[in-house]
């Protein structure tokens, strides 16, 4: 059942498919270009300074994160209470 592939094998193609692959091959190599052509360009860029974060910025970030597990405390009490009584 199974075809051989011979010098003497054809088929056919319409103008219509190859115009197709045509336009997908040269779609794809006008990507790898773009795509190395930016790659390139990231690479000339400095590089982004190292993030400073000040002691203020810090200290209020702690006292922050502080402030709300205390409420979260808070909270855990008053529903505590509440279960007791009942």
């Known amino acids: 059942m199974a075809k051989e592939l011979s010098e003497e094998t ?3 193609i319409s103008l219509k498919t190859l115009a197709g692959i045509a336009v997908l091959i040269f779609t794809l190599v006008g990507m790898w270009f773009t795509l190395q052509n930016d790659i390139a360009d990231a690479k000339e860029l400095p590089l982004p300074p190292d993030p400073e974060i000040t002691r ?3 200290d209020m970030k702690d006292q922050l994160i502080r402030q ?3 409420k979260q405390l808070c909270l855990l009490k008053k529903m505590l209470k509440k279960l007791r009584i009942k």
Do not use: H, Q
């Open 10 to 12: 054809s088929f056919n």
């Open 56 to 58: 203020m910025e810090y």
């Open 68 to 70: 709300t597990i205390v």
